[in-house]
């Protein structure tokens, strides 16, 4: 909605809060910034809309692949990835609420192991990691604004139970997903959610799981339609088990009528971490929209749970195998692939990310493209990984911002690579630790020692050589 009339709020004194660093967003890369900030020994505020921490991986991306060099075979695979992100797999799976890394014989993506983790666990373990770094969180809480000093942030806005705050920190993260603090900032920003239908579901998505599935039934009765994807293991040594199948409606014209009339992919993937369960279920098909609008995120969201409501009935009433199943979970937010990019000093491009181009000033190896399995020309090549430069997280024209997760890298076929559960960690443990120093120095983004930065994060267990 657009308005044309402007009313003028009357200025008035709020309490003010005041810490090192600002993380707008506990998602999947704020969580990781917020405990890697704290660890390295800066007060950290977190804030986050929701009233649970784990944004994304917990509402869709929880199929994580990618703490391994591209490769197709296990035996040959080479960890990449270690740091939080790593240590938080572990502790999932300690909890007994991950598969631990299974092997991804007759999978289609090039990625030698495969880890799921269950999202509820998932809310559990982040929370425990946050309380104990010792971070300020605050759930259902907006970040909504920022007073600017030329191109320095002065302070974070926040609204909450209590009223509005103004949070005045060192240094702020941007970890909001649409770039809510940059936005607020008036930093320069791109969409690159138009093309996102011809990559990949659509720049939105809404993930759902459906219990009372006979899993072996629909693979039996419905043999030209359903097929199994990568290795069913059991349960074993507290890890959960992992079955998987696919249904491609589109293999036999005319035989699912009902489930053709519906406005989904050409297949869904069942994925399952409980018995009889589908636990993710992803192919609601996303609307085209900029879901970083308030509007449009309300209607879209609004859309996909009708949608969702309307996938689960036809299954039921018209797929063998599907006869006793029912919605079991939804996520609590619409999950977003793509909205706004801000523009940062270095921006990856898909021909670095394909290269495996290595940079002076990394962070983080990464390996992982979801566009492999569809595109093999999209296959990061030998030796199946790229370093993600220090710049990639340092928007133009603010010198106490950092940016991480999927708010940055504007082309969209690197976009499908950066964007995954843990690129965005490995730029949230480094925004974390960057920004704490940069607070604990007095010194401003672009001024931080770049061989300081590198062995802190070595010191915390981040791989950048391998
Ligand atoms: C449907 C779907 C399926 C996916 N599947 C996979 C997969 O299988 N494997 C994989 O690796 N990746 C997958 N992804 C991609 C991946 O999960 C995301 O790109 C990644 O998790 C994004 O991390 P992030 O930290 O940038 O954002 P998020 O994890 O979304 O975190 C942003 C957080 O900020 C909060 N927030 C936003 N604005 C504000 C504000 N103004 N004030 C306070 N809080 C705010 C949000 O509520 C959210 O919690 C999927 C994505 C989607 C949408």
Same mark, same amino acid.
């Given at each position: 909605m657009k308005t044309e009339k402007y009313y003028c709020e009357p200025s008035k004194q709020i309490p003010q809060i005041e810490t090192d660093v600002f993380i707008a967003g506990a998602g999947t890369s704020g969580c990781i910034a917020a405990i890697a900030a704290a660890r390295t020994g800066a007060k950290v505020v977190l804030v986050e809309?929701?009233? &649970?921490?784990?944004g994304t991986y917990t509402n869709g991306g929880i199929g994580t692949y990618s703490f391994y060099a591209a490769e197709t075979n296990p035996e040959r695979a080479k960890r990449i990835v270690g740091g939080i992100a790593f240590e938080l797999a572990q502790r999932l799976e300690a909890a007994g609420g991950a598969t631990g890394f299974?092997?991804? =014989? /007759? +999978?289609?993506?090039?990625?030698p192991y495969r880890f799921m983790a269950d999202h509820e666990i998932y809310k559990g373990v982040i929370s425990e990691m946050l309380i104990e770094a010792g971070v300020t969180v605050f759930l259902q809480t907006m970040f909504c604004g920022v007073a600017m000093e030329e191109e320095r942030i002065m302070a974070a806005f926040i609204e909450n139970k209590d009223g509005r705050r103004a949070v005045i920190a060192k240094q702020y993260i941007d970890a909001s997903g649409d770039g809510d603090i940059a936005k607020h900032a008036g930093l320069e920003q791109v969409e690159n959610w138009q093309n996102y239908d011809q990559v990949c579901g659509g720049p939105t998505g809404l993930v759902f799981g459906m219990n009372g599935i006979d899993f072996d039934r629909v693979i039996a009765e419905n043999p030209e339609a359903a097929f199994p994807l990568g290795t069913t293991i059991p349960a074993r040594d507290g890890k959960l088990p992992i079955q998987r199948f696919a249904f491609a409606h589109t293999a036999v014209p005319g035989k699912y009528k009902k489930v053709e009339e519906l406005d989904i992919n050409f297949f869904t993937s069942f994925q399952s971490i409980h018995p009889n369960e589908a636990t993710y279920i992803n /192919?609601?098909?996303? &609307?085209?929209? +900029? =879901?970083?609008k308030a509007e449009n995120l309300s209607h879209a969201e609004m859309q996909m749970r009708i949608k969702i409501m309307k996938m689960a009935r036809v299954f039921k009433e018209s797929v063998p195998g599907f006869e006793n199943s029912y919605i079991s979970w939804a996520s609590i937010q619409l999950g977003i692939r793509a909205s706004k990019i801000t523009i940062c000093d270095r921006i990856l491009t898909q021909q670095e990310i394909l290269e495996a181009t290595r940079f002076e000033d990394e962070i983080g190896l990464y390996g992982f493209h979801d566009l492999s399995p569809r595109r093999p020309e999209c296959l990061v090549r030998e030796p199946g990984f790229y370093g993600m430069p220090y710049k990639m997280l340092l928007p133009k024209k603010c010198s106490n911002l950092y940016m991480a997760g999927r708010c940055v890298t504007v082309d969209i076929e690197a976009h499908m690579s950066t964007r995954n559960t843990v690129s965005c960690m490995i730029m949230g443990q480094a925004a974390g630790v960057a920004a704490a120093m940069c607070s604990i120095k007095g010194c401003d983004t672009r001024e931080l020692d770049y061989s300081e930065l590198r062995k802190t994060l070595l010191e915390q267990d981040v791989i950048l050589e391998a």
């Open positions: 809309k929701l009233p &649970v921490p784990g299974v092997p991804t =014989a /007759n +999978d289609h993506y090039h990625s /192919n609601s098909k996303g &609307v085209m929209t +900029d =879901a970083s």
